[in-house]
């Protein structure tokens, strides 16, 4: 009998494949394929396909709906897709695989609050306070509505990984019967927008890209800024990768690869809170 994890990713798959096929194969582009992966990684590289399509109009690149990384991946490996981003390393089990993983830019994650809170900044202590149920107000007297994903996502991990103190007050309030979960990371900005007295985590490239109204927080006194990320000194951030079959890079698919870190493209990832490549 599969897991129920091998079937939620046969599952997710299939999707693609159907969603690619309703699409049909007709297209007055002389090259099709097909992307997908991280939510988040997605939202922020539209703005470079834009330009790129500019300059090659011929090529035709097809943005399917997020699978998140690990389903990108599956998506590649199944041939449902041609390129995946991803918004972590490989696992070891994944970079046995006959794939190539290329960093091409990284962003800050931030704990995010909805545009009428009236903080700005938050710190390691009252976070961990938060998230184990101490503090459950806002300063104005407002519930905080935790919004959160799970454990192994992205913008989760880089948190969990920076101390004890916040790994376990992460899984203190990932076991709250109050909290609200968000399955992708589409899903996360949607609940934090509409939400009133939310708190989650989001990356600023997301936030940027997709012109949201939520308000990143300081945290500790430091800015969750692109150059605050270069300099050092803020604490979480995660980079975002290119995966694709070596043995299967077409020209078009090498063109936009190439594109993708290029001094042009590094300009467009940092208008939309990345920084690129050796930024």
């Not at 990108?72 to 190539?100: C, F, N, T, W, Y």
Request: hydrophobic share 40%; charged share 15%.
């Amino acid at each position: 009998m599969p897991s129920n994890k091998t079937t939620i990713k046969v599952f997710l798959t299939s999707c693609i494949i159907l969603i690619f096929y309703c699409q049909g194969f007709a297209s007055e582009h002389s090259y099709t394929f097909r992307i997908s992966g991280s939510g988040s990684g997605l939202a922020s590289i539209r703005p470079i396909i834009t330009e790129f399509n500019k300059q090659n109009p011929d090529i035709n690149i097809q943005v399917l709906p997020s699978t998140g990384t690990t389903g990108g991946i599956l998506a590649l490996m199944d041939d449902a897709i041609d390129l995946s981003i991803a918004a972590r390393p490989l696992s070891p089990e994944e970079q046995k695989l006959d794939i190539v993983w290329q960093p091409y830019g990284s962003t800050v994650i931030a704990f995010t609050v909805h545009s009428k809170a009236e903080v700005t900044s938050t710190s390691e202590a009252e976070i961990v306070d938060i998230l184990s149920g101490k503090i459950t107000h806002w300063p104005d007297g407002s519930y905080i509505r935790l919004v959160m994903r799970s454990s192994r996502e992205s913008d989760f991990i880089p948190v969990i990984n920076h101390n004890n103190k916040l790994a376990k007050a992460l899984k203190e309030g990932l076991s709250r019967t109050d909290v609200i979960f968000s399955s992708t990371a589409e899903d996360n900005i949607e609940i934090l927008q509409s939400l009133p007295g939310s708190l989650g985590l989001t990356s600023l490239a997301q936030l940027q890209s997709e012109q949201t109204t939520l308000k990143p927080l300081m945290y500790n006194n430091i800015a969750p800024t692109l150059k605050n990320l270069n300099n050092g000194s803020y604490p979480f951030h995660k980079t975002f990768f290119l995966v694709y079959k070596k043995h299967l890079l077409s020209t078009a698919l090498k063109s936009f690869v190439d594109f993708i870190l290029s001094n042009q493209a590094c300009n467009i990832l940092k208008a939309n809170g990345q920084a690129c490549r050796g930024a």
